[in-house]
């Protein structure tokens, strides 16, 4: 169990109120840790969707493919939920922080009071800004409600164009393809998901969607897009390619709403600025999940994640820290993503310099790619190898020095590194 800091004395607990702005994975977590750690004062949970906390991963996944329930993407069974007794007010917007008075304005006028605010804002999904782009349907993905939306325009035979080779457009693309949509996905720059991946994995990503029958531009640039009659819509590309489609989608990125905190005055830098402690630079609010900038060790700098696990664990960190119970919150990234029946998964930092040895055939299934800084290991990308991804979670956080011949042979067990 942490020390508690002073100042934040746990007899005082039942008379604070801890209000929660953002009822996303972060804002989930978040209340539900406050009552693991025995807090019995007013937790306040506000969110302008009219769900409880709910999980994404699934939205480009099973629920988009029609597999599984929209209400099983639950964070918690609404037995659960309930007995976190919680002043819960869905579908509410908060649209000012007054930090000297410590008080949120709702947009419907109300004001609520606290002692300790944590921000779980997320992000919004990073909209077209493409000529023509305002007259034609352009779907998004971020939501519960937009994965419902979009979910029937997946059908067979429709014609799918998917703007943006990052993660949400290749899942929204196998999705669509396993569907049996005829899919197109354009991308701006020279490879698939430039931003997060090295560039053997864009490669592997690129073979596995065009042999799934996906059509996919790289260094294509949108020109202009045009709206039809009949719904369906003409996206023009500066060669002067044509593309017709039916459906639009656009997995372009997201924007971290960070907007209330820069308003109150807070540190904001691409999103909201905490230290290891989850604190911004008002010393009672706190922030955790993708709006979040956060010193990371791993990076060796300060930097946004946008994955589950974060969400999860700096809900839980900004919690406590919250409560002032000490926290030192130093993530190690993971990331999965599921395309085309491949899992992929990322732990720490893929880096140009670092010296990559490869454990199998790069991309085939069972396979991990190693990124070494001199012999010790600080990241690993592996494909349906979750297993070994696991020991090599281990191989980093230990940062042990290791031999690149036995990483690579895999007649080894991983276990026995
Ligand atoms: P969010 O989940 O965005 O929640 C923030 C909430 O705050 C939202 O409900 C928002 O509406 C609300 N809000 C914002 N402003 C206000 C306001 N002023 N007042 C009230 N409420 C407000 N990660 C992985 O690791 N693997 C995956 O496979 C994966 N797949 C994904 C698929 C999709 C389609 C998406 C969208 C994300 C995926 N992610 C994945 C990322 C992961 O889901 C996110 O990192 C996580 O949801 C972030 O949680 P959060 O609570 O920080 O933000």
Known sequence: MDAQRPGVAAAAWPALTVAIVGAGQAGG?????????????????????????????????????GEAAPGSTALMKP????????????????SRIEPAAKRLRMADGENIAYDQLILCTGGRARPLGVAGADHVTVHTLRTLDDAIALAPAL??????????????????????????????LIESQGRLCE????????????????????RVLLGAAIQNLAAHADGSCTVTLSSGERILG????????????????????LACDGGVVVDAHCRTSDPHIFAAGDVAVTPNPWAGRRLRL????????????????ALGLDVDYQPLPWFWSDQHGMNLQIVGFPMPAHRVVVR??????????????????????????????RFARRLIEQRRPIDAQRLADTTIPMARM
């Open 246 to 265: 039916d459906t639009l989608v656009a997995g372009i990125g997201m924007v971290p709403n960070d907007e209330l905190a820069r308003d109150a005055g």
């Open 155 to 184: 059908a067979p035979g429709r014609r799918v164009i998917v703007i943006g080779g990052g993660w949400i457009g290749l899942e929204v693309a196998a999705t669509a393809r396993h569907k049996g949509a005829n899919v197109t």
């Open 79 to 94: 037995e659960a939920f309930d007995a976190l007794r919680l002043d819960w007010r869905p579908g509410t917007r908060v």
């Open 195 to 214: 931003r997060t991946v090295p560039r053997e994995m864009s490669a592997h990503l690129l073979a596995l969607h065009r042999s799934h029958g996906t």
């Open 306 to 321: 946008e994955s589950w696990q974060n969400a999860q664990q700096q809900g839980m960190a900004a919690a406590r820290a």
């Open 29 to 65: 977590w978040a209340a539900q840790t406050l009552r693991q750690e025995g807090f019995n004062g007013r937790v306040v949970l506000i969110g302008d969707e009219p769900y409880a906390p709910y999980e994404r991963p699934p939205l480009s996944k099973g629920v988009l493919a």
């Open 360 to 389: 199998g055939q790069p991309g085939a299934p069972g396979s991990v790619l190693f990124y070494l800084d001199g012999d010790v290991v600080q990241a690993a990308l592996g494909t349906n190898a979750a297993k070994d991804l």
